[in-house]
């Protein structure tokens, strides 16, 4: 399969994996903030400012906006072309990556992700965000799951898939660690917190709902929340499909499904790394996590499924790319060439 | 002209039952037999064929996609393409693999930009000199675009002959070469009946059809054509057939067409059972081209009675 190929299938599904994230993080907080009293400016940005740097794009925030305000934070998120991680942004780059390998999808999921982009590139969008935000929010939940299934029920499970199947996970891990590391500040630098305040006990359970861990935690743990048992489920649990074990246990098998090397060995550096953090994370428990500090480990975690990613790229992609530049020219370019029909 | 049939036959199934019509759809299965035997001489097994296209900004694109889809090759870009150990060599997923054919649908100004334009982002550094080495084929060849000049067509029947031996079975349309002073006379003089094309043109840019031009027209592109007669070649205005046509509500009226044949040349020459129909979709225009509102029709060759 060339490169190329599989490098858009890897964002395609990455990218879709991203837009949903962002509309469960958002989602959740401006929930949140009718749970909550005392609501003066500073409370405010305590409560916007983390999330802009739970998605990492913090100083991009800055260039744009002054102030971590509710409508500042919520429109970079969602709408804003200049965050090339927004909500909008990620399904353009989604579709564009589709577009580049139209042959290798099937017509279902192509027409779900042009509906899911007309739908946030015309005036539809802004209204229905207007009347309800979380009625916008569970439209592009539904696109993207909807996306999710198509790719699993209509896509030939090839090699292909599972490059899509990679990046699915790779963000998926790594979206669940950030929005886990949401309210850190809150936490001793070291070791779990002795006591749980009710208004945090509503934040660490938003946390799960950006999640939609909230009834799957319930099961296991009963109503009872607190930091120590929601980091353990969102990363240690092995059988939900959104914690990082989970998704980093995919992550690894996507990889070896697409080299054809068995689980106990390695063929390069992506597959020892994502090999070496399964075994990591099955064999750790909570408490030692939060001995280091849960920030302090999560900050690795991403760093360490930042690595996977690059390594697959170096892997299987690398090859030099143009840069933007470049990129301009080479769409002139390609605008230039007779069209001639066959 | 694949999809024309495609659609055709959805619509109109039992048309191609009472009229016996020749399929076209071994067109891509051909093409690649035909892409395969040009295959270099160095190379053994399966020659690897690719099609090679500008990127998915070009308005062609998805006949490219189309194309390589139906022959079961791999559509490439030139940033898929390197020069690896004197092979062109697409990047995979397995690492480099050779690519002994290349059907490329990138003019070739932007082929190499080692060769041709240094600024062309779309080509592969170094392919020409591979090609030369004989270690690729590039279908069409590189050059082999001086067919679309227009003054070519001048020289059609002197070539037909040459190689032949044989005088031209289908006429030419009578041309005129304004590099050609007497000829550029007879043009100027008779401006207002004749069509006057640029020898490079395409698409239907950059010409003048006298019959239906102004006056002022006319003596603007009169001033050209003095500026730089060896651009242009002129013929007089062609009557093209006339087809019945939908127009709307219904209606059909006639439009002007023309006809657009494949002929592939591998191994043997192949002439496909069918074609491109090309139609002005403006009444009374002569002006096919799709990239000006032109149409297109399904074209049938019949079996006969054979």
């Not at chain 1, 509710?70 to 090339?84: D, G, H, I, R, Y």
């Not at chain 2, 070739?108 to 000199?129: E, H, K, V, W, Y």
Request: proline content about 4%; some cysteine.
């Amino acid at each position: 399969m060339l490169s190329r190929v599989a490098n858009s299938l890897y964002w395609m599904s990455r990218y879709i994996e991203r837009a949903e994230n962002i509309a469960r993080i958002v989602d959740v907080n401006l929930q949140l903030l009718l749970d909550l009293r005392d609501l003066n400016e500073k409370r405010l940005a305590e409560h916007w400012l983390p999330i802009v740097q739970t998605t990492g794009d913090e100083e991009q925030f800055f260039t744009l906006h002054k102030k971590a305000t509710a409508k500042n934070v919520t429109e970079f998120l969602v709408f804003q072309m200049e965050n090339p991680n927004s909500i909008v942004s990620s399904i353009c780059q989604a579709r564009e990556n589709a577009r580049m390998v139209r042959d290798q999808i099937t017509v279902e999921l192509w027409e779900e992700l042009n509906r899911i982009y007309w739908f946030v590139r015309g005036t539809e969008a802004r209204k229905v965000w207007k009347e309800s935000p979380s009625e916008f929010f569970q439209q592009i939940k539904a696109g993207s799951l909807h996306i999710i299934g198509l790719t699993d029920a209509t896509l030939i499970h090839n090699e292909g898939w599972w490059f899509a199947q990679a990046g699915k996970f790779l963000e998926r891990a790594d979206k669940t660690s950030r929005i886990l590391d949401l309210r850190y500040q809150t936490l001793p630098e070291k070791g779990a917190p002795k006591s749980v305040s009710q208004e945090d006990a509503l934040e660490w359970s938003a946390i799960l709902r950006s999640c939609s861990a909230w009834d799957a935690y319930k099961s296991i743990n009963g109503a009872e929340v607190n930091p120590t048992l929601v980091a353990e489920f969102l990363l240690l649990n092995e059988e939900f499909p959104r914690s990082v074990e989970f998704c980093v246990a995919e992550l690894n098998r996507a990889l070896r499904r697409i080299s054809g090397v068995g689980e106990n060995k390695f063929c390069n550096a992506a597959e020892k790394l994502a090999g070496r953090l399964v075994a990591e994370l099955q064999f750790t428990t909570i408490d030692e996590i939060f001995d280091q500090g849960l920030h302090q480990y999560l900050d690795v975690l991403q760093l360490k499924l930042n690595n996977i990613g690059a390594e697959l790229f170096n892997a299987y992609i690398f090859q030099q790319f143009n840069n933007l530049e470049d990129e301009i020219m080479v769409q002139q370019e390609e605008q230039q060439q007779q069209a001639r029909l066959i | 002209m694949l999809e024309n049939r495609e659609t055709m036959m959805q619509m109109f199934p039992e048309l191609f039952h009472l009229n016996k019509v020749r399929p076209v759809e071994d067109y891509p299965k051909t093409l690649r037999q035909s892409l395969a035997s040009l295959a270099p001489p160095g190379c053994s097994g399966k020659p690897r064929v690719a099609v090679l296209t500008p990127g998915i900004f070009n308005s062609a694109y998805y006949e490219h996609s189309f194309l390589a889809d139906m022959m079961g090759v791999e559509l490439v870009e030139g940033s898929d393409l390197r020069v690896v150990d004197g092979k062109v060599k697409m990047r995979t997923t397995r690492g480099y693999e050779a690519i002994d054919v290349l059907y490329r649908r990138v003019d070739d100004d932007f082929l190499d930009p080692m060769t041709f334009r240094p600024d062309s982002a779309l080509g592969i550094p170094g392919i020409m000199d591979v090609y030369k080495a004989g270690n690729i084929t590039i279908a069409n060849a590189p050059g082999t675009g001086i067919a679309d000049d227009k003054a070519i067509y001048s020289y059609m029947p002197d070539i037909v002959e040459f190689y032949t031996g044989e005088k031209a079975i289908l006429q030419n349309v009578p041309t005129w070469r304004c590099s050609d002073p007497d000829s550029l006379k007879y043009v100027l003089d008779n401006l207002a009946d004749l069509v006057v094309k640029e020898v490079h043109g395409s698409g239907g840019y950059g010409m003048l059809i006298g019959p239906t031009s102004s006056r002022k027209e006319i003596a603007a592109f009169r001033d050209k054509l003095i500026a730089r007669p060896g651009n242009y070649i002129a013929q007089p205005t062609i009557s093209l057939s006339r087809h019945p046509t939908h127009v709307n509500d219904g209606l059909f009226e006639g439009r002007h067409i023309d006809l657009r044949p494949f002929v592939l040349y591998g191994e043997k020459i192949v002439t496909v059972p069918g074609g491109l129909t090309r139609v002005a979709l403006r009444k009374g225009s002569l002006v096919v081209n799709s990239s000006q509102g032109g149409g297109s029709k399904d074209t049938w060759v019949l079996y006969g009675d054979e």
